[in-house]
């Protein structure tokens, strides 16, 4: 039997927000079994500044995943703390924030995984449950899409094409496990392209982006003078963006994702139609954590 998760005391950190430019301070505080992930605004009166990591909850998917509650308290660029939550198999967690917007720290989840780690994983006396998925649920915009399948383990199967010859076509399939996440994805960093700075800005976003916290793309050139921390970090870092959106599920997922050149808007979509028909899902007690996980081969 497995249980579940929270850490072993609390833990702080200060960043910007990738979106805002605002400076942001985090404290990641355990929290009691059942109680999964909760966001708490202390910029915002006590009674309606606190809001579920959930799917349903989820009110933004515009360059990031923001999710706020009844009262319209909100927090956004979730997604690469969740990814690092669910992939060391963290269950329940109380994040206290200042501001709206989660820090972005380098671009990645390695820093919030060092953070949890450095926090210590504790067990709980509560037996673990997951969402094991039962059959094919696909959801499409335009030319992407998205399907999960049954399967005894988390999968994550994506392929992105884009134009720039430094990114190109790259396809990955993982098998999440604490591990393999650790070693093999946390440390994937979200990237952009130089000529959708601007207009971004125009927007109100990226405006704590930088080279210290993003890879950059100028035309067919990675501008970052170190480089990549993988040769294939762009797809890796999609991957982790999904494992994050997928965490809103509210328990660990048992299904394998097949998604091309999808986003945030559509990993939403996906957890929408899977909860909204009752014959797509069952939730169930989990036996054992993934203890590895290997790279599967992706298909063309």
């Known amino acids: 039997m497995s249980f579940q998760q929270t850490i072993k005391s609390s833990i ?25 992930v909760v ?36 927090v956004a660029t979730i997604e690469h703390l969740m990814s ?31 953070l949890l780690e450095c926090a210590g ?27 999960i399948s049954p399967a005894d383990e988390f999968i994550v ?13 790259q396809n990955l399939a993982v098998q999440v496990s604490p591990e393999l996440f650790r070693n093999d ?7 952009g392209f130089l000529h959708e700075v601007e207009a971004m800005r125009k927007a109100g976003l990226g405006r704590g982006g930088s080279l210290e916290n ?12 170190e480089g990549l921390r993988f040769t294939d970090e762009f797809v890796r870092h999609k991957i982790l963006d999904c494992i994050g959106d997928l965490a809103l599920a509210g328990y660990p997922i048992m299904g394998h994702v097949v998604a091309e050149k999808a ?15 009752p014959a797509n899902w069952e939730v169930v007690d989990v036996d054992i954590l993934p203890v590895g996980g290997a790279f599967l081969t992706a298909a063309e």
């Open 214 to 225: 993003a890879v950059v793309i100028d035309g067919d050139r990675v501008m970052n003078d």
């Open 157 to 169: 199967e994506m392929v992105i094409d884009f134009d720039s010859a430094a990114i190109g076509r």
């Open 263 to 277: 986003g945030h808007a559509l990993n939403n979509k996906l957890l929408r139609a899977v909860f909204a028909d």
């Open 185 to 191: 994805i946390a440390k994937a960093r979200t990237f």
């Open 84 to 114: 690092a939550i669910a992939g060391l198999g963290v269950d329940n967690l109380l994040v206290e924030l200042d501001g709206p917007e989660v820090p972005v720290m380098d671009g990645s989840a390695e820093p919030f995984a060092f």
């Open 39 to 74: 966001f708490r605004r202390t910029d915002l009166e006590d009674g309606s500044n606190e809001i579920p990591a959930r799917y349903d909850a989820v009110t933004n998917t515009t360059l990031c995943s923001t999710i706020a509650n009844d009262a319209g308290a909100s």
């Open 12 to 36: 702080s950190c200060r960043g910007v927000g990738l979106h805002s430019g605002a400076p942001v301070s985090m404290v990641l505080h355990p929290a009691p079994a059942g109680h999964g």
């Open 121 to 147: 994983i504790a067990g709980q006396e509560t037996p673990r449950k997951a969402v094991r998925i039962l059959r094919d649920v696909t959801v499409t915009h335009g030319g992407s899409t998205v399907t």
